[in-house]
């Protein structure tokens, strides 16, 4: 029998009792507040189950799943131990980060039954009494900074909880995170908006609302936009309907509902036709609008213009020049079609 390790290690911040060793994964129940099954316990209108908790992980990225579940049978175990909590039935623990792999390993003790290869799982065991500031730690830990993302919604959704719920500001996650402040206060934005305004009328228990989540990130970084629209007398709730109605059906046509919202043409046939209706107006208005060049020149503009002082500073000091020298290309490109045009 592998012997019980005993560790002290650093959790956020503080020394922590833990061990290491192997437990039967029929003792380890699945974590209903895992992150990666926002959407669904988001959406679902009754308690999650095991069943539902275990679908939900297999299907949110099948590729992912299935490549995940390959390595571990082609190794014959998962290479990092997970991390689990004891709960207050005694001999019972909950994993509080590694789910997927104990939905895996649970496949793989049924598929070899006979073995005793997936029987158990190696976990890191926090103690019953453990604070929610070190589980959130570890699953920043895992997911934030480690090597095992989690998609944008994802982490939008958890960083979401954790500043809401746990009133963590951003700065605190700025130095959690590998994200940047605007990144993260963006994020934050974009998740409340689907949370309270699109998913209560246009969300659905599936995994196609999740998809549109790059939309609002979109709405959110374009502070000029939402000026607009609340000057002309519009709101998030206009966009959540332009989206859940599909009058826009791609995130980057966010990035010209500005330049639509301003004619009242191209704006009237946004809502009644769509995005491409609305385009068409457009480029007879702005016939550089029908330029697949200036629409990239226009896009570059205001990225340049939110360019954020961290990344000058980098390219100051010369820890970025690559960017440096893309910019001097662009420089040198626009110079030389000025100078063509004077």
């Keep these: 029998m592998t012997p019980v390790v005993r560790k002290v290690i650093n959790l956020a911040g503080e020394p922590t009792p833990v061990r290491e060793m192997p437990i039967e994964i029929s003792r380890i129940d699945l974590d209903p507040e895992n992150p990666r099954i926002g959407l669904t316990?988001?959406?679902?209108?009754?308690?999650?189950?095991?069943?539902?908790?275990?679908?939900?992980?297999?299907?949110?990225?099948?590729?992912?799943?299935?490549?995940?579940?390959?390595?571990?049978?082609?190794?014959?175990?998962?290479?990092?131990?997970?991390?689990?909590?004891?709960?207050?039935?005694?001999?019972?623990?909950?994993?509080?980060?590694?789910?997927?792999?104990?939905?895996?390993?649970?496949?793989?003790?049924?598929?070899y039954s006979g073995q005793d290869t997936y029987r158990s799982i190696n976990c890191m065991v926090l103690p019953a009494n453990v604070g929610l500031e070190k589980i959130n730690f570890i699953r920043l830990e895992a997911h934030l900074r480690g090597t095992t993302d989690w998609d944008a919604y994802e982490k939008a959704r958890y960083l979401y909880k954790l500043y809401r719920d746990q009133d963590l500001p951003i700065s605190y996650l700025e130095k959690m995170t590998k994200l940047k402040y605007d990144e993260i206060e963006t994020s934050i934005r974009a998740f409340r908006d689907m949370e309270e305004q699109y998913l209560p009328k246009y969300g659905s228990e599936d995994q196609s609302s999740i998809f549109k989540f790059?939309?609002?990130?979109?709405?959110?970084?374009?502070?000029?936009?939402?000026?607009?629209?609340?000057?002309?007398?519009?709101?998030?709730?206009?966009?959540c309907k332009w989206v859940g109605e599909g009058r826009i059906t791609r995130a980057q046509d966010v990035r010209e509902l500005r330049s639509?919202?301003?004619?009242?043409?191209?704006?009237?046939?946004?809502?009644?036709?769509?995005?491409?209706?609305?385009?068409?107006?457009?480029?007879?208005?702005?016939?550089?609008?029908?330029?697949?060049?200036?629409?990239?020149?226009?896009?570059?503009?205001?990225?340049?213009?939110?360019?954020?002082?961290?990344?000058?500073?980098?390219?100051r000091e010369g820890s970025q020049p690559q960017k440096k020298r893309l910019l001097e290309d662009l420089s040198e490109a626009v110079s030389l079609v000025l100078k063509m045009i004077e």
Aim: net charge negative; no cysteine.
């Design 41 to 111: 316990a988001d959406t679902a209108p009754i308690q999650l189950t095991e069943q539902r908790i275990q679908h939900t992980l297999r299907s949110r990225n099948a590729d992912a799943y299935r490549k995940l579940s390959e390595s571990i049978e082609i190794n014959h175990g998962a290479i990092h131990p997970i991390w689990v909590k004891a709960i207050a039935e005694k001999g019972r623990f909950v994993a509080i980060e590694g789910n997927t792999r104990l939905v895996i390993y649970r496949e793989l003790s049924e598929k």
């Design 214 to 239: 790059s939309y609002f990130v979109e709405y959110e970084k374009d502070e000029k936009l939402k000026d607009l629209m609340e000057h002309k007398g519009m709101s998030i709730g206009d966009f």
């Design 260 to 315: 639509i919202l301003i004619h009242d043409a191209s704006s009237s046939a946004l809502q009644t036709d769509g995005f491409d209706r609305a385009m068409e107006k457009l480029e007879v208005i702005k016939p550089e609008k029908a330029s697949p060049v200036f629409q990239l020149v226009e896009r570059v503009t205001q990225e340049l213009k939110r360019i954020s002082a961290y990344e000058v500073t980098e390219m």
